[in-house]
């Protein structure tokens, strides 16, 4: 009987296994490069469209506050401003402005109907304003005086209807959910002083607390109801030097829950002027 015989077979080398299980390393260590440089390249254009959008907002804040700053400017320069008082000394007539810096209707009349005023009546040197405090929208008395003596701080370097001009711009951009909310912080009280050409912050910072400032928003808060004031903005009118008598405009809001607002116009004071002159 012939006998088989049975080849030895040839064992598979461990070269060949190193090579097999490199070749899988490689694939592997190449893989997650991919997905790691995907990953880091998808990160860098977050990063990227995160820069150029922030950028893009500070960009146009920038210009919003640059035109802002030219417009007040544009209001106000070349007229004489001394503390609390905007125009000249011998305008024959003298209005008093109370307003509350956090009210919209204060708001709305500076913004909407002052500069009318300004350019017909104070520049012309028909006119002088005169600003004053009065607490009606500002619910916190400590909030109340910390804004006016704001403005009443930049009244030290004759800046104050500069500061409280900017004020009434910046108000609708406060963070805020409701006119009643504390917004006038320290930090957005600066923010608005930054925006005031010329104005020395250091010595803005030091006015705040000098000159019995912080006891004046009170005080003509006071004085104020006395003259049966009753909502911002008020106004008083009269001869220069003379005594003052409370004065209502033509345009009248009206609310449900207070009484009836008189913005004044320049149409009013044309004839008003007259009538006293």
Do not use: C
Request: glycine share 4%; no cysteine.
């Amino acid at each position: 009987m012939a006998r088989s015989i049975e080849r030895p077979r040839s064992p598979r080398s461990s070269t060949g296994r190193a090579h097999s299980s490199g070749r899988t390393s490689l694939a592997v260590l190449t893989a997650r490069l991919k997905q790691h440089l995907l990953v880091t390249a998808a990160l860098a254009f977050l990063v990227l469209a995160i820069v150029a959008a922030a950028i893009t907002l500070l960009t146009r804040a920038h210009d919003r506050q640059t035109e802002l700053d030219r417009q007040v400017t544009r209001l106000l320069a070349g007229i004489p401003q001394h503390d609390r008082a905007l125009g000249y000394d011998a305008a024959p007539v003298t209005l008093e402005v109370f307003a509350d810096l956090k009210d919209p209707d204060s708001r709305n009349w500076w913004n909407n109907y002052l500069p009318a005023i300004i350019k017909q009546d104070v520049r012309t040197g028909r006119l002088q304003l005169r600003f004053h405090s009065y607490k009606t929208n500002t619910n916190s008395p400590v909030e109340f005086v910390t804004e006016q003596t704001a403005a009443l701080a930049a009244g030290a370097q004759n800046k104050l209807w500069n500061y409280a001009d900017t004020f009434y711009h910046q108000q609708r951009n406060a963070p805020k959910t409701s006119e009643f909310d504390p917004y006038a912080t320290n930090n957005f009280l600066k923010s608005v002083a930054q925006q005031v050409p010329g104005l020395n912050l250091d010595r803005w910072q030091t006015d705040r607390h000098t000159e019995r400032r912080e006891e004046q928003p009170s005080e003509e808060t006071k004085t104020a109801t006395s003259y049966r004031l009753y909502v911002t903005p008020s106004f008083r009118i009269g001869r220069t030097g003379h005594p003052l008598t409370n004065y209502a405009g033509s345009t009248i809001l009206k609310y449900k829950a207070q009484r009836p607002i008189a913005l004044i116009t320049a149409t009013d004071l044309e004839t008003t002027i007259k009538e006293l002159n």
